[in-house]
């Protein structure tokens, strides 16, 4: 045996001093074609490998890849056939693989796999896929096979039941994962068209194949462009709900199930509930996903073994994006999947599988915090936190100085460039990234400063200074963003429920507002961040928060350096009169000549969102008014008064409802109060008039005084 194999390396080293000695054509041919018959064989070290790429190099395969006539009695193809094993040998060498020299073969290899296969030329397709799957592995090599429409001539091999699909398919999903986004904006069409086939096997088959595809399946669901929105999409939709339907409700085993319900996971990240049908048989589908969920993550999470847990990490988090979904369909009042009695019992099943999460929560040691499992924990909390505030408040309660020390841990934990928005791993979780658990924290949090002994918690375990922090961090990282972001930003909502949290502090707890130094940073920023939002259509909802926060603790930290008449202060304070006197105009009433009180049309879309912190802000304005000597002058540059007294004596009395009317009044008496040129505007337009008009008592009676 050692003697044959001494013999075949000679017989090869004579091959390769022909190749390099070749004086024609047909001796390189002869020799190449012991070399191929030694390379098929699989009888080469790397080292040879190279030796016979030293010996050929790229022009005489690319020119057999080009060479159309055969020689006499032989297939068509041979030529071909010869260049593409030459060129899947070269390529088991890293290096080589990644040469442009293979790199622009990429468009030959494609028509290869897309034209008709014959018994003849499965060699070829053998070496094509062997070439294909070393240029993936190296590092220009996918961007290369995504641009040069690989993706495209895999899905038509799939879709076609080419030989070698099974291979097709590996590639489709090596190439998903590093590029999803790119495939799909590039081949939607083709990869659709893989989708379909995958799908409709999936509903079809009824033998283990079928646990097998719910491993594959989330591969193909695309995240953009949904699914929804078009007819061969909501087929694929229809056929995986079908199939999840019959999986699900049948007996399985874990191995069975646990790819199901990541499949379903999968499905609700790409589409929300919009697969699951309306009716009774979807609602029924939808409760039990939740429950099958609930009662995975209880029975892993509940006495966990570490060794357990790590195990079912990946489908317990799956059933957490499932719960998350629960949640939002019990709340849902619109179009409602689910009926009153399945919400109510959901419900009681989600607070028994979130008693688990606090449970392994409690457990979790130092060493674990960046454990992104820890991340999704932590994260189907916030979403319970955010919408059930009554339950497991004890628990919770407990829970919270674990809550706060994490998200401190993983904010402090990045560089502020690390954690600015990245747009392709923005949700990877587990990418290595810093991760952003107070987003998930804040709706939560901001329902309980609103109670006694969670606020004090939060108070003692540092939460205010580190929501202070989080804040101005959260404001430059909006200011970074290019333009204004339409729909809203997960930066700005978090800012607006930051700006609720601190609006609970300031009216439970206003000494800690005089006391912690970071408020004071915070109004600092604050007084410069409102005359830059305003101008901003689209952040009126955040202008309104900053406006309301801002004038509700310039009241607490008055004689606060930085509100002593500074050049901030005063633009701060102008832009918040700005905010609140353009909120109101008289529009005709429809239906008759009478002009009414409307709010302005720059403020209606918002006006839900805005109203109740406008009244607020009337108020805060009103407490300002007595401690800021130079505030009525702001008051009068902006011509409020004279608007209002035209807006008041110009439009129908019942049309300014009774909270309107007090808030007026409030301002209006404190400004006649304080300042003698606002007593004065407001007697010239009439005021004494429309005060006595809409039943403004304080208000006359201050106008009446010398």
Not at 8 to 25: W, Y
Not at 604 to 613: G, I, N, Q, T
Request: with cysteine; hydrophobic share 45%; net charge negative.
């Amino acid at each position: 045996m050692a003697s044959d194999c001494g013999d075949g390396h000679s017989t090869l080293k004579r091959c390769l001093g022909v190749l390099r000695d070749a004086r024609n054509d047909s001796e390189q041919f002869a020799a190449l074609l012991l070399v191929t018959k030694a390379v098929k064989a699989g009888e080469l070290d790397a080292k040879t490998r190279r030796q016979i790429f030293d010996a050929i190099g790229f022009t005489f395969p690319n020119r057999l890849l080009t060479s159309r006539q055969p020689p006499a009695g032989c297939p068509e193809h041979t030529f071909r056939a010869l260049g593409l094993t030459l060129l899947a040998c070269f390529c088991t060498d890293p290096e080589l693989a990644g040469h442009s020299q293979i790199l622009n073969k990429i468009p030959t290899f494609n028509d290869i796999l897309v034209s008709p296969c014959n018994p003849d030329s499965t060699s070829m397709i053998d070496d094509v896929y062997q070439c294909l799957s070393a240029v993936m592995a190296t590092t220009r090599g996918p961007r290369e096979l995504v641009t040069k429409g690989t993706v495209s001539a895999l899905c038509q091999a799939y879709v076609n039941r080419s030989y070698g699909s099974d291979r097709a398919l590996t590639l489709l999903l090596g190439l998903l994962a590093i590029a999803e986004a790119k495939c799909w904006q590039r081949d939607s069409p083709h990869l659709l068209a893989v989708l379909s086939k995958l799908s409709d096997d999936f509903l079809k088959t009824e033998d283990m194949t079928k646990f097998e595809l719910c491993e594959v399946l989330p591969h193909f669901i695309p995240l953009s462009p949904p699914l929804t929105q078009d007819s061969q999409g909501c087929e694929c939709l229809r056929r995986l709900y079908k199939g999840l339907a019959n999986i699900l409700g049948s007996k399985l085993s874990q191995s069975q199930r646990d790819p199901a319900l990541k499949l379903a996971a999968c499905l609700v990240q790409a589409c929300g509930s919009e697969w699951i049908p309306a009716g009774s048989a979807g609602s029924k589908f939808l409760a039990l996903l939740v429950n099958l969920a609930c009662v995975e993550v209880r029975l892993t999470l509940e006495e966990p073994d570490p060794l357990e847990v790590e195990g079912k990490k990946e489908v317990v988090t799956a059933c957490y994006v499932l719960i998350e979904m629960g949640i939002q369909e019990c709340l849902r009042e619109e179009k409602p999947l689910l009926e009153e009695v399945q919400k109510v019992q959901l419900m009681r099943i989600m607070e028994e599988a979130f008693g688990a999460v606090i449970f392994y929560l409690r457990q979790v040691k130092e060493e674990e915090l960046q454990d992104p499992f820890i991340f999704a924990s932590v994260r189907i909390l916030g979403a319970w936190m955010a919408e059930e505030t009554s339950s497991l408040k004890q628990e919770i309660c407990e829970l919270l100085p674990f809550l706060v020390r994490y998200a401190k841990k993983l904010f402090k934990k990045g560089s502020p460039a690390a954690r600015l928005p990245q747009p392709e791993l923005v949700s990877t979780e587990g990418s290595g990234l810093p991760q952003d658990a107070l987003r998930f924290l804040l709706p939560g949090f901001c329902h309980l400063t609103a109670e006694d002994r969670p606020r004090d918690i939060l108070i003692s375990e540092g939460a205010p200074a580190l929501l202070c922090e989080y804040f101005l961090h959260q404001w430059e990282v909006l200011i970074s963003e290019p333009g204004s972001p339409t729909p809203l930003t997960s930066t700005e909502m978090s800012l607006q429920t930051a700006c609720g949290i601190f609006l609970n502090l300031v009216v439970t707890a206003p000494d800690l507002i005089r006391r912690d130094k970071t408020f004071s940073s915070l109004m600092e920023m604050l007084l410069k961040s409102l005359p830059l939002l305003l101008p901003q259509k689209d952040h009126l909802v955040l202008a309104a928060n900053i406006a309301t926060l801002g004038l509700m603790m310039a009241r607490i930290l008055a004689s606060s350096a930085v509100l002593q008449g500074t050049q901030s202060a005063k633009e701060f304070f102008g832009a918040a009169v700005r905010f609140l006197s353009q909120a109101h105009t008289a529009q005709a009433d429809p239906g008759s000549e009478v002009l009414a009180a409307a709010v302005s049309p720059a403020y209606a879309s918002a006006w839900a969102d805005v109203r109740e912190l406008w009244f607020l802000g009337m108020q805060a304005l009103a407490g300002c008014v007595p401690l800021f000597p130079w505030l009525p002058q702001a008051v009068l540059q902006a011509r409020w008064l004279e608007s209002l007294s035209e807006l008041l004596t110009h439009v129908a009395p019942g049309s300014v409802d009774f909270e309107l009317v007090a808030a007026f009044q409030g301002v209006l008496v404190e400004l006649a109060r304080a300042s003698e040129a606002c007593r004065d505007v407001i007697l010239s337009h009439h005021g004494t008039e429309w005060a006595n008009l809409y039943g403004m008592a304080a208000l006359e009676q201050c106008l009446s005084e010398q």
